[in-house]
């Protein structure tokens, strides 16, 4: 069964740093990976999604990159904000017409 | 940008209701999702659809069922509302399967529903 983890559940950072999300996948025929961001109480925001040609996507301060053969993502954001504070998800798309497979998500907190 | 509508976004119902949960999507867009959202449990897929009247069981069907009569609409139905289905409930959709076109998946804003 394919599984998607994030670790950890939670981060505190204060404001300014540079910080990795970590996203680990168990099956290497993954086809792309998804990375969601989710304020508390709202739906999920689409933030990146990278192909499996593709090692890295950038958008603004975010930059996520992509490695199947050790089965990891990571989202980079750069001199983070207190706005930055959310719950961020990444999900898996597999070969095959199938859902999305989705990690539990990393809960960010940039202190002012 | 797309859209996707929840109608409610809090609701409370009593248990033994039947309750209907609506989503629109306004980008002619073929898969519709519905999930639960619970803390420590993330997200979890009911039922999704890849095209209209088509529909499929996700991780956890068991006591909803779902209708989709029109390519924009997807309904989340609770045939007789029970206490544990108190959740967060999300719509999602997308241009067609992640793998075909990359097709990114949008969701909505979310429903909170409690069931007393």
């Known amino acids: 069964k394919q599984e998607v983890t994030q670790i950890p559940a939670a981060l505190s950072v204060p404001e300014g740093e540079n910080l990795v999300l970590n996203c680990s996948f168990t099956?290497?025929?993954?086809?792309?990976l998804q990375w969601f961001r989710q304020d508390p109480g709202k739906g999920l925001t689409s933030l990146l999604l990278i192909q499996s040609s593709q090692r890295e996507q950038t958008s603004g301060r975010l930059n996520a990159s992509l490695d199947k053969s050790s089965g990891r993502s990571t989202l980079y954001i750069a001199a983070s904000q207190p706005g930055d504070s959310a719950t961020y998800l990444c999900a898996g798309a597999y070969v095959g017409n199938t859902p999305l497979v989705f990690g539990k998500g990393t809960r960010l907190s940039v202190i002012a | 940008d797309v859209k996707v509508t929840q109608s409610s976004r809090y609701l409370v119902k009593r248990t033994g209701e039947k309750v209907f949960l609506e989503c629109v999507q306004d980008m002619d867009h073929e898969n519709m999702f519905w999930y639960r959202q619970d803390p420590g449990l993330g997200l979890r897929l009911i039922y999704f659809s890849y095209d209209v009247k088509m529909k499929e069981k996700g991780d956890i069907p068991e006591g909803y069922s779902v209708s989709r009569e029109k390519k924009e609409r997807f309904s989340l139905i609770l045939e007789s509302a029970s206490t544990n289905q108190t959740s967060m409930y999300l719509c999602a959709s997308s241009l067609g399967w992640q793998i075909v076109d990359n097709s990114p998946l949008h969701f909505g804003n979310g429903t909170r529903l409690t069931v007393t």
């Open positions: 099956d290497s025929a993954i086809y792309n």
